[in-house]
């Protein structure tokens, strides 16, 4: 499931200065070694959207109806965990067997798993794994669907080595810089409860925003007219509450009407803000549904629109071109929000409200 069908979970980053022309053959240059050199290690390197074994990287294979679109390939042998403990479980039981031991010191176990792993490793398939993305040239951007820090950090590192291109996630932090020259240091902590202090709030922004998403899907309802046209933000669950002080730190909200419980208004009240949700967009009958971490903007899940296309390039357009949209509705959402948070009289007057939202919750036994 990706970029070319199903649902897509991506980070997304900037891209300053765009990359370099020649980006193509720098690609080229780091394919990945054969399969048949594959030893204990991994290998690893770039290949085409065509399949993981494609490492004819051209203009031609590189791009797709416009766009950038490779993947940072990883190949590796791996045992699976249920063959390595049987095997290692009988040879531990033939050790015992031929020395009357009744059981083995773990330096023993040790050695002996160590065998097992050398003489099995060698006869494991190699498993593969992906990391695609696709570049916007126009807008400088990438979508990566890297859903870890650990595939953001091998995607980061490989990409520079190949471009000397430095990518830059998009985070509430950088999105604020970028969209309207706002530093987070600059923006005091607030509380969205009269029960909770400003002192002991979270100065999170991506947790601010993201609640207050929610507040203004409920309370202003939930419409922007962004170029004219009017486009829906609404949040559901499960619901993802977060605030470091005193008490449960975490609390998640999933079964029934989460919106309308009475927990969720209880970690609103304490001072908890949201971490995770999933957000709707609407535009008409078209809808966007993802679940996004606020903390650093990860999308997990985005189904999009189902387009027209049939042939598959067609598809991969309609598909690249509703996840720019979403990208860019929400951030406009964002937009709207730190035009709020920054500016101290308009904040003055949106916490009111939204403290008065919290108290006033109606919830459902």
């Avoid at 060698?122 to 990566?144: H, K, Q």
């Avoid at 598959?312 to 709020?340: C, H, N, P, S, Y």
Wanted: net charge negative; with cysteine; aromatic share 8%.
């Amino acid at each position: 499931m990706g970029f070319e069908s199903g649902s897509i979970t991506f980070r997304m980053f900037y891209v300053p200065k765009g990359l370099p022309e020649d980006c193509v053959e720098r690609f080229a240059a780091l394919t990945p070694p054969s399969l048949e050199t594959l030893g204990d290690g991994a290998i690893n390197g770039w290949v085409t959207s065509r399949h993981l074994l494609d490492s004819n990287i051209v203009e031609e294979t590189a791009y797709v109806a416009g766009y950038l679109r490779l993947t940072l390939m990883k190949a590796e042998r791996k045992i699976p965990p249920a063959l390595l403990r049987a095997e290692c479980k009988m040879e531990e039981l033939a050790e015992m067997a031929a020395n009357g031991y009744s059981y083995l010191k773990r330096s023993v176990r040790s050695e002996i798993k160590q065998e097992v792993m050398r003489r099995l490793l060698p006869e494991m398939p190699p498993t593969l794994t992906e990391i695609p993305f696709v570049y916007d040239a126009r807008n400088e951007l990438l979508y990566a669907a890297a859903s870890s820090d650990k595939q953001i950090d091998a995607l980061t590192i490989m990409f520079n080595r190949a471009t000397g291109v430095n990518l830059v996630p998009v985070t509430p932090a950088t999105a604020a810089i970028m969209r309207k020259s706002i530093d987070v240091r600059d923006v005091p902590p607030t509380s969205f409860s009269s029960e909770c202090d400003d002192s002991e709030a979270s100065d999170n922004l991506g947790q601010d925003f993201l609640t207050w998403l929610w507040f203004f899907s409920e309370a202003r309802g939930g419409v922007m007219s962004i170029a004219g046209v009017d486009f829906a933000v609404m949040i559901d669950g499960p619901l993802t509450f977060v605030h470091e002080g005193a008490g449960a730190h975490e609390a998640i909200v999933r079964k029934g009407a989460p919106l309308v419980s009475a927990e969720a208004k209880t970690a609103l009240q304490s001072g908890k803000k949201l971490r995770r949700a999933k957000v709707t967009l609407a535009r008409g009958e078209e809808l966007w549904g993802v679940t996004m971490d606020a903390d650093d903007f990860m999308m997990r899940g985005l189904k999009v629109p189902k387009g027209e296309a049939i042939d598959a390039v067609g598809k991969f357009e309609e598909r690249v071109i509703m996840l720019k949209l979403f990208q860019d509705t929400l951030l406009t959402f964002f937009d709207r929000f730190l035009d709020e948070r920054a500016d101290v009289s308009k904040w003055e007057a949106t916490i009111q409200d939204v403290r008065a939202w919290v108290a006033d919750r109606k919830t459902q036994d």
